[in-house]
């Protein structure tokens, strides 16, 4: 069984650069299934429902180094951020015209 080691994107509801934990979760064994009676996806995989949360990526290699776990690291891809300010809306070389 392969662990993943990632750190989770923000969700939509968070702003800012706060701390971020890594997480080593496992990857699924066998295929999702849908119940026919009610239409319910289930699994037989247990592991499945594992998240482990830890505060460096050294502390979640180790873990699973320690443990005997297969895994592989995702890295987080850097923000792209633009920066403008304010007086950018007034420059006289603008790229879109100002329009009002």
Same mark, same amino acid.
């Given at each position: 069984?392969?662990?993943?080691?990632? $750190?989770?994107? %923000?969700s939509?509801? =968070? =702003?800012?650069? !706060?701390k971020?934990d890594?997480?080593?979760?496992?990857?699924? @064994? =066998?295929?999702?299934?849908? @119940?026919?009676?009610?239409? &319910?996806?289930?699994?037989?995989?247990? %592991?499945a429902q594992?998240r482990?949360? /830890? *505060?460096? %990526? *050294?502390? #979640?290699?180790?873990y #699973?180094?320690? +443990?005997?776990?297969?895994?592989?690291?995702? @890295?987080? $891809?850097p923000? %792209?951020?633009?920066?403008? !300010?304010?007086s *950018? +809306? /007034?420059?006289? +070389?603008?790229?879109?015209? &100002?329009?009002?």
């Amino acid at each position: 069984m392969t662990a993943r080691i990632y $750190k989770p994107a %923000k969700s939509a509801m =968070q =702003q800012g650069r !706060s701390k971020q934990d890594w997480t080593l979760a496992y990857e699924p @064994e =066998q295929p999702r299934s849908i @119940e026919p009676l009610m239409g &319910w996806t289930s699994s037989g995989d247990m %592991k499945a429902q594992v998240r482990l949360t /830890f *505060d460096t %990526k *050294d502390e #979640a290699i180790a873990y #699973a180094e320690r +443990n005997g776990i297969a895994y592989r690291v995702e @890295e987080p $891809k850097p923000h %792209k951020r633009r920066v403008l !300010s304010y007086s *950018d +809306n /007034f420059a006289p +070389n603008r790229v879109v015209p &100002w329009s009002h």
